[in-house]
DNA sequence: ATGGCCGCGCGTCGCGGA
């Protein structure tokens, strides 16, 4: 039986968080849980400073997409994971996609890319910085949704094309209530306005899973949780990150959870990473 | 305790974040 762990995290600004993530991705290895998948969002970087040497030596090759202070975003991918004929990132990162087809815009928030695993037959992954929308009926809310409606139509297609699929990353919508650590505050707010949750269900409507709901969860569990008025220590947080996977890849989802720990870390992001695992019978590509 | 943040940039406050 072999397992493969998938996540998603806004790391808010790479460069700050680069000891952050390698901490983390060391403590998972050490932990017996290994990150195979990394989902990453809000580099705030450009391209040409990204820390590509480091991660390789912590065993990761990298796909990317930056800018200069806001948005990218990037996959990361272990080496150990890949079959022996896609080990460096021209062959690791196959149908590459950057940014949603026919959607013109200038800020770099989607990666989509086909990995093939020695553990499981390939996957697809779509990491995506969803926009935060700022307050309904506002222009960066107009483009949220009009962002929401390019991706709903390119998810589709690429249903068609790639059958076990992972929708990751920071989607900047809560679903439901129990996903808001005080629903009734946020009534008709930003990530919790009824079409951003429309659009979450539109996705769901598509045959998409939202892995952490498959389980059995403890109540109040959140993947962000504000800098101010000590979000954290009140744990009140909202439910933002997610990985939807495809019908395919139900069957063999075993797990999925929210990593706190990086979050209780000095300096930390804002977001704390969420991980699935995927287990296979056994290994399919030796 | 009802309110306190954080990262970035030709910056020393304003913007964006969520």
């Not at 990204?50 to 991660?55: A, K, M, Q």
């Not at 008025?229 to 063999?252: C, E, Q, T, V, Y």
């Not at 209780?264 to 296979?280: C, F, G, M, N, R």
Request: charge should be negative.
């Amino acid at each position: 039986m072999s397992e493969l762990r998938i996540a998603t995290w806004n790391v808010n600004s790479l460069k700050v968080r680069l000891p952050h993530l390698l901490k983390w991705l060391e403590a998972c290895q050490k932990n017996q849980q290994t990150i195979d998948v990394l989902g990453l969002q809000e580099l705030k970087l450009t391209d040409d400073k990204f820390p590509v040497e480091e991660l390789a030596r912590a065993g990761y090759l990298s796909l990317f997409m930056g800018q200069k202070t806001y948005n990218g975003v990037a996959v990361l991918v272990r080496q150990a994971s890949l079959t022996h004929l896609n080990q460096d990132v021209d062959t690791a990162f196959l149908q590459v996609q950057k940014n949603i087809p026919g959607f013109v815009d200038d800020q770099q928030r989607l990666l989509a890319t086909t990995l093939h695993f020695k553990q499981t037959q390939p996957i697809r992954i779509i990491c995506g910085y969803f926009p935060n929308g700022q307050a309904p009926g506002t222009e960066k809310f107009d483009y949220k949704l009009k962002w929401l409606e390019a991706l709903h139509q390119f998810v589709i297609t690429e249903l068609q094309h790639h059958p076990r699929l992972v929708l990751l990353g920071d989607y900047n919508i809560a679903p439901q209530d129990e996903d808001v650590h005080d629903p009734a505050a946020w009534v008709g707010q930003n990530l919790v306005s009824e079409p951003e949750r429309g659009f979450f269900q539109s996705f769901l409507g598509l045959g998409l899973i939202d892995s952490f709901r498959m389980f059995t969860q403890a109540p109040k569990i959140f993947s962000w949780w504000d800098y101010r008025m000590m979000g954290f220590r009140r744990n009140a947080g909202m439910r933002i990150d997610h990985l939807l996977i495809s019908p395919a890849l139900k069957a063999i989802c075993s797990a999925c959870h929210v990593d706190k720990e990086p979050r209780k870390w000095e300096q930390p992001s804002d977001h704390a990473p969420v991980v699935i695992t995927l287990t296979q019978e056994e290994s399919v590509n030796p």
